[in-house]
Every structure is written in C-alpha cells, then in structure tokens.
C-alpha cells in the first residue's frame, strides 16, 4: 500500500543538539509539507516542497531546515536555534497544483530532555 | 489569509446520536478539506469539497460557498468516531492547496 512514513515515532532533544525526522513518500508524489502541532492550535506549515531540489519557507521555518534530494524523501531537521522544539511533527504529500487533497503520516512527537 | 473558525471545540455524544461539526471561513475558496485526526496523531483525509454535498459511508459533509460555510455530519454515530475532526482552506482565493489554513479542530468523543 502506498503511503507516508514518518520515523521515529518518539524524540528526545537534548540541549544544543541537532535531530532530523524522516518522511519518506511512496506515492509518487511531488510536493512534500512539514507541519508543526501544538495543542490548542491549528497545523502551522513550516516548509514545502513542490519539486525535487526546491524548497519554500512556511509560516514558521525559523529554527529549522529541509532538503529535497529525492522525490520520496523530505527530512526535517531541528536546529539548536529553535528555542521552542517540544511539539507534534506532521509530515504530508500531495500531487502538485490545484486541489488535491493531502496524504499524512503519523507523526513524530519531539520533547526536550 | 484565510481565516478559519469551527465550532464546537469540543463535542461529547452517545452512541447512535447525529453529528454536527461547523467550520467558517473568511476568503472565497475552491475547495475546503475535512480531515480526522485518530488518538494516535496521524491524519486521514476526509473530503475535500468544492460544492454541494459529498457522502462517504455514515459522513456527509456540505459546503455553502455564499456563506463561506461548511458542515460534517456524523450519522448514527460510533465510539470509533471519537477523534479530532480539522477543516482547512485554501490561503487565498486563487484555491492553491500548497498553503492551508486549519482550523483548530474540533475533539468528538462519542461513548458507548
């Protein structure tokens, strides 16, 4: 079956410390999102892809950073410059333009140690 | 951008009640997404509706683009209907779907 998968599913920060979280696509796909969750909130993009080897800011990428090397691969990296990490990481596909619906994985829950 | 609002926040029925979850937005769009959010965190795409009606399985879920208003019913519901059910639209009127706005979801528990 085709799908989204996000790993790990649980990660723990430590101070000043860098982490990446996985999203892998087997949908053939070509745009890819990051999505930070906090309760209380609604999904905030922090960065899209529409095509392999270009990437956008969304609305809240400071502290944060991504590559598009791959059409199935879209990693997240935490930087130390984001000063408020714990949150719950979403991860989402699309074919690009108009309105197609999105695809989304699980999820990763970042906490900070 | 494109505000989005849906009420109730938080919503607890019994088994066998009939659902109504509300969303509201502020910008004319092509089309707006209803999304379910299982306990776990991942998300599943519900509908994603431009006019009219849409029916899948015991969800309906209606759209009035004059009133910039959307529905999602529940029929006969199910302890497993329990989630966070989350409307998105478009940012803008030009309908892209690379930028959604959320609403903040609305949590349905539905006991036995």
């Known amino acids: 079956d085709g799908g989204i998968t996000q790993s790990p599913k649980y990660l723990f920060r430590k101070e000043g410390q860098n982490v990446t979280l996985s999203c892998e696509q087997n949908l053939n796909h070509d745009a890819m999102y990051w999505y930070r969750q906090d309760p209380g909130q609604g999904l905030r993009l922090i960065y899209y892809?529409?095509?392999?080897?270009?990437?956008q800011k969304g609305d809240i990428a400071e502290g944060y950073s991504v590559s598009r090397e791959k059409k199935e691969s879209f990693p997240l990296t935490v930087t130390s410059a984001q000063k408020n990490p714990t949150a719950f990481y979403l991860c989402?596909?699309?074919?690009?333009?108009?309105?197609?619906?999105?695809?989304f994985g699980d999820g990763t829950r970042l906490s900070i140690l | 951008k494109n505000e989005v609002e849906q009420s109730p926040q938080n919503l607890t029925a019994q088994e066998g009640e009939f659902i109504t979850i509300n969303c509201s937005y502020s910008v004319g769009i092509s089309a707006l997404h209803w999304l379910q959010q299982h306990p776990g965190g991942g998300i599943v795409s519900l509908f994603m509706l431009s006019s009219g009606k849409k029916k899948h399985g015991r969800l309906i879920a209606t759209i009035n683009i004059q009133e910039k208003h959307s529905s999602l019913h529940i029929t006969a519901s199910h302890p497993r209907d329990s989630a966070v059910y989350i409307c998105?639209?478009?940012?803008?009127?030009?309908?892209?779907?690379?930028?959604?706005?959320f609403g903040k979801g609305t949590l349905l528990t539905v006991n036995p």
């Open positions: 998105a639209a478009p940012r803008d009127s030009g309908g892209s779907n690379y930028k959604l706005t």
């Open positions: 892809s529409q095509i392999v080897n270009d990437f």
């Open positions: 989402a596909s699309s074919t690009p333009g108009g309105n197609q619906p999105q695809h």
